[in-house]
């Protein structure tokens, strides 16, 4: 069965302390893992996909990585827009569903 | 595009009454998703369907019952709603084995 796990639960940073929130996961063969951003009180809106070990992918102040066990969402001097739960995913064989880990809430004071 | 619509937007049932929440998508995606969110437990996956006439069940599927006459709708339905599924509802849709897009979500509480 597949498992993803995040880590922390929470994090608080200072407006431009820079950090990194983990996703471990445990799967029969990766096929694809994806990265989510949440907001209280809206849907999970789509980040990131990686797909192979040593993949990068850049989004203003955002940058995922993936190795074979686990995928890194580094936050370079972030902003208090950037507070949210994030979220990453792994499809299964059949590609016709997603296990989520439980989500990192980050908190970013000015 | 719209995207991913979802309606409604609020419920508050009572215990034994039933509803449908609908979902659209003009992305002419294949797969649609229906999840629950609820505090501590992340998203779980209600039902889903691979295309249309297709339903199938996912992590938490009691209680509820879908249907996708057409490819851009994805129906939930409550029968007999029970307290237990207060809950925030979000529905999804995707290419095959590609991201997933997630409407705004359903709030529902059942007294």
């Known amino acids: 069965e597949d498992q993803v796990t995040q880590s922390p639960e929470a994090l608080r940073l200072q407006e431009g302390e820079s950090s990194s929130l983990n996703c471990s996961y445990t799967v029969s063969g990766l096929r694809g893992l994806f990265w989510y951003r949440q907001d209280p009180g809206k849907g999970p809106e789509f980040l990131f996909t990686?797909?192979?070990a040593g993949e990068e992918k850049e989004k203003e102040r955002l940058k995922a990585t993936l190795t074979k066990k686990e995928s890194f969402l580094h936050i370079t001097a972030p902003k208090p827009e950037d507070s949210a739960t994030y979220l990453c995913?792994?499809?299964?064989?059949?590609?016709?569903?997603?296990?989520f880990g439980g989500g990192t809430r980050l908190m970013v004071k000015p | 595009n719209a995207g991913v619509t979802q309606t409604p937007k609020f419920r508050v049932l009572k215990t034994g009454q039933s509803m449908t929440l609908l979902c659209a998508q003009d992305?002419?995606?294949?797969?649609m998703y229906w999840y629950r969110q609820d505090p501590g437990m992340g998203l779980r996956l209600i039902h889903y369907?691979?295309?249309?006439?297709?339903?199938a069940k996912g992590e938490v599927p009691d209680g509820y019952n879908v249907s996708r006459l057409k490819k851009q709708n994805f129906l939930l339905g409550l029968e007999s709603a029970a307290p237990s599924q207060t809950s925030v509802y979000f529905c999804a849709s995707s290419y095959p084995r590609n991201e997933q897009f997630f409407g705004p979500g359903t709030r529902l509480t059942v007294l």
């Open positions: 990686l797909y192979s």
């Open positions: 992305m002419n995606h294949e797969y």
């Open positions: 995913a792994v499809p299964n064989n059949a590609g016709n569903m997603l296990t």
């Open positions: 369907s691979v295309g249309e006439g297709t339903t």
